[in-house]
């Protein structure tokens, strides 16, 4: 049996050994998710250029940043013009009284759909102590020259067979005058009822009338509208007057909280200019399914899109464009996880389109969204 003195030689023996046999221990590298102090290398920094942006794409699926193609294509300008819209011709029909009288019936109601020609409501005629003794005074007149009239024809039939052919005609043609003149202003001593009908097929408008109310000659009774029949009436002012053409594009927008446009096309461009505010009337029409979303009266804007005819000119969305100390730039996807910094000299632009004079080229890649969080992560390197 072995002592231990013996038992701790053989492990300082074998410690040995292996301190011999095993190679030296070498340094530790961190992995992700651990901070390991300012030692720790930022290999993506360090791999690119100083007008350069590493993102990975993990951070540009969070970032979600967008990319478009730089291509040549046609500029289009766009102008916002300000319009009023307004029943279109056939959009708007109003009944008028067409004389003095008392409402003696109303059979449609507010909003109710009615067709041209049907009856919106019935008059009973009346008149004023004036009209009512000079028609006493015309009637009285008319039944004088109608007794005169019978006296003198019947005095010329006693004598027919003496008097002359031609004065026995003429008191025929007084006597059936004088009886008409006579039927007619008696008729008109009466109250007549009048009917009033719809000139239009369409809505009927708000109205306040009511059953035995007294109305007076040339008002206004009721208003049909055509929803369907609508126009917008805009002022062109000469700012906008080179980018308003007839082969532009127009859409009507509403100003009051309303999503989405409305296609429409141009009826009439006035050559006529208002003297007050040198303006040009441009009157717009709308379809039917558009003109669902408008009212008369209503307050638009007209967006006028056209096209330039020149040549066709480098383009790239306007969000593709931001700036560094003041210059304007683009972001260019060079390499899968590499965006460089362009600067760039711009033309022409609007909301949608800016054209591009120097700085990239055709089929170049350009950040169109996120460039926010590029510019964050570049000017922070």
């Not at 059979?107 to 005629?125: E, H, I, N, S, T």
């Not at 009338?209 to 009721?222: K, P, R």
């Not at 003041?326 to 260019?332: D, F, I, L």
Request: no cysteine; glycine share 8%; hydrophobic share 40%.
């Amino acid at each position: 049996m072995k002592t231990p003195r013996k038992l701790l030689a053989v492990a300082a023996a074998a410690t040995a050994v292996l301190a011999v046999a095993l190679p030296p221990p070498a340094s530790l590298w961190a992995h992700g998710g651990e901070d390991h102090g300012d030692s720790a290398a930022k290999p993506s920094a360090a791999a690119t250029a100083p007008d350069e942006v590493a993102l990975p794409k993990e951070s540009q699926f969070l970032f979600e940043v967008r990319t478009s193609l730089v291509s040549f294509s046609d500029f289009t300008t766009q102008a916002t013009l300000y319009g009023t819209v307004a029943p279109a011709s056939g959009g708007e029909g109003r009944a008028v009284a067409p004389q003095t009288g008392r409402l003696v019936s109303l059979p449609v109601q507010v909003g109710q759909q009615v067709r041209a020609g049907q009856v919106l409501a019935v008059l009973d005629q009346t008149l004023a102590a004036p009209e009512q003794i000079g028609l006493a005074t015309e009637r009285a007149n008319a039944q004088a020259e109608l007794r005169a009239a019978e006296r003198d024809y019947a005095r010329l039939k006693s004598i027919e067979d003496i008097a002359a052919r031609k004065e026995v005609v003429n008191a025929e043609l007084r006597l059936r005058q004088a009886r008409q003149n006579a039927d007619i202003l008696n008729n008109q001593g009466q109250q007549r009822r009048v009917t009033i009908t719809s000139p239009i097929s369409g809505t009927v408008d708000n109205f306040s009338l009511a059953v035995g109310q007294q109305v007076n000659q040339g008002d206004e009774l009721l208003r049909v509208l055509n929803p369907g029949k609508l126009q917008v009436q805009a002022q062109v002012f000469p700012q906008d007057m080179d980018g308003v053409s007839p082969d532009a594009q127009f859409r009507i927008e509403g100003l009051q909280g309303q999503q989405g446009s409305v296609p429409a096309r141009v009826v009439s461009y006035s050559n006529v200019v208002n003297p007050t505010n040198q303006a040009r009337q441009l009157i717009l029409a709308v379809d039917g399914a558009g003109s669902a979303l408008l009212r008369p009266g209503q307050a638009v804007n007209v967006q006028v899109i056209s096209r330039s005819h020149g040549a066709k000119q480098l383009m790239v969305p306007t969000s593709a464009v931001t700036d560094l100390n003041g210059k304007p730039v683009v972001y260019v996807h060079t390499a899968p996880e590499v965006f460089k910094v362009r600067y760039v000299k711009t033309g022409t632009a609007n909301a949608q389109q800016t054209t591009i004079l120097a700085g990239i080229n055709e089929n170049d890649r350009v950040v169109t969204r996120g460039t926010y969080q590029l510019k964050s992560i570049y000017l922070n390197q």
